[in-house]
């Protein structure tokens, strides 16, 4: 009972074996492979190949909005060849239309 409660080779909790230094030497691995994607990601950022969240959001509103104007504006340049019922029945639909593509009103 006594050589099986004291087997050094089923001791639970840190190993008497293990250097210190080994966990400080795992530490400094991962702050190094840390410091370099942050650096990758500054890089990125400055060639423009990295954008923020908020950016990308503002550009995809803005170039969704001239796509929809643009939309609706092809029932203004037919709008002499139709009658004012056909008119406004284009417009209507294309303004669906895109309502339906962004997912919102208006």
Do not use: H
């Not at 969704?64 to 417009?91: C, F, H, I, M, N």
Request: hydrophobic fraction near 30%.
């Amino acid at each position: 009972m006594w050589r099986e409660n004291t087997d050094p080779g089923k001791a639970k909790g840190p190993s008497r074996t293990t250097s210190p230094t080994a966990g400080a030497a795992a530490y400094r691995a991962e702050k190094l492979k840390w410091e370099a994607k942050t650096a990758q990601a500054t890089y990125e950022e400055r060639l423009g190949k990295l954008v923020s969240v908020e950016e990308r959001g503002k550009l995809g509103f803005t170039e969704g909005r001239k796509a929809r104007d643009r939309v609706l504006a092809v029932a203004e340049r037919l709008s002499k060849d139709l009658t004012p019922a056909q008119y406004q029945r284009l417009r209507e639909e294309l303004r669906l239309a895109c309502e339906g593509i962004s997912g919102g009103k208006g």
